[in-house]
Structure formats: C-alpha cells, structure tokens
C-alpha cells in the first residue's frame, strides 16, 4: 500500500450559476482516491487578483484604508485588485497599483499565487513585493469602495495587525510573509521557479 496521497478526478462539471464576470458556481461529481463518488461538491469561480506590498523609497508601506462589504467593516488592506482575462498578474498589479494609489515602482518581485478557498477554489491570490514606488498620478480607480491612502512603517502594520485593523485572511498572510525574511525570499524563488 502506497501512502502517497493522490488528487480527487472531476467526472462530471455543471454550471449553477453565471454572474460574470464576479462569480460563477457549479457542482462538480467527484471521485475520490479510494472510489467512493460525491455527485455535487460546489466550486466557486471569482476573477483572480494581485495583492501587492508596496514600499516607497524611504521604506514607507502604501497602504489602503476602505469598507470591504465581506466583513462589513471598514479596514487596513494592501492595494490589490482584479486581474484582467488574459493579462499577467505582474501587469495587473502595477495597473491596479497606479489606479488605486497613483503609485508606481520599477522594482517588482512575485511571491507566488495562493488559493483563496481551500475546497472551493474562489480565486487565486497573486502577491507581489514593490520597492521604491513613488507617487506619479492621481489615484483614479473607478471602484465602488471609498479609499484612503496611508503610509505606514513596518511596525506600524504589525501594531494595527495586533489591535485588530486587518479583516482580510490574505492581507495578514501577506504581512506575515513580508515580516520573516526566509518565507519571503523562498516565495520569491518558489515564484521564479515556476514561470
């Protein structure tokens, strides 16, 4: 008996729910390792996105202050948004960058793609480490949440994360990865790796 653990194979996929292009649900029939079958195991497909660090040249952190209408609070957040059908995470990230902040930076390092939802999929989070951004426009970036652009030092963003100022699960994982220089670094190659 191998104690290699194998994927689960999809045997069938139907489409519940259309709502493009924020959310698409469907139920897959799946079959497990060990044959057993679950005919209606619900997957959720959101557009993937970048979530960026961003440091400023002076080792400043841009960050966003808005609703999020999930946790129905408004909150601490790094710049991020939606990544276009057919565009790169990298271009999405300094497009979305530049809207929402009116930041840009040349220095850019991918930390890897992560799943947001662990059986349900959701959407893929795309980070990404930006040094030596500077201000350049006027954040233009046509969302429907207000926004409040804020620079904050490192220990700044750890002391907000401890007095609760973080709502998302990604925002604290970012920060987590940016704060232990190994992670970071090893997301970084595990990153160059794969393209």
């Not at 729910?17 to 698409?24: F, G, I």
């Not at 469907?26 to 996105?49: I, K, M």
Request: with cysteine.
């Amino acid at each position: 008996m191998s104690d290699e653990l194998k994927p689960w194979a999809v045997l069938d996929s139907r489409e519940l729910l259309d709502a493009s292009p924020y959310l698409k649900v469907r139920a897959e029939t799946v079959q497990l390792p060990d044959g057993r079958t679950v005919d209606s195991f619900y997957q959720l497909d959101q557009p993937d996105y970048a979530l960026m660090f961003v440091e400023t040249a002076d080792g400043q952190v841009v960050m966003l202050r808005s609703y999020k209408h999930g946790p129905r609070r408004v909150s601490l957040t790094f710049p991020a948004g939606a990544i276009e059908p057919g565009e790169e995470p990298l271009a999405a990230a300094k497009r979305e960058l530049l809207e929402e902040t009116g930041y840009a930076a040349d220095d850019w390092t991918a930390l890897g793609g992560f799943v947001v939802g662990a059986n349900f999929r959701g959407s893929t989070c795309h980070m990404f480490h930006a040094r030596g951004a500077r201000k350049v426009a006027e954040p233009d970036s046509g969302d429907l949440e207000e926004m409040r652009i804020e620079l904050h030092s490192t220990r700044a963003l750890i002391d907000a994360a401890a007095n609760g100022d973080f709502a998302l699960l990604p925002v604290i994982a970012m920060l987590g990865a940016m704060l232990v220089p190994e992670l970071r670094e090893g997301l970084g190659m595990a990153a160059r790796a794969v393209r």
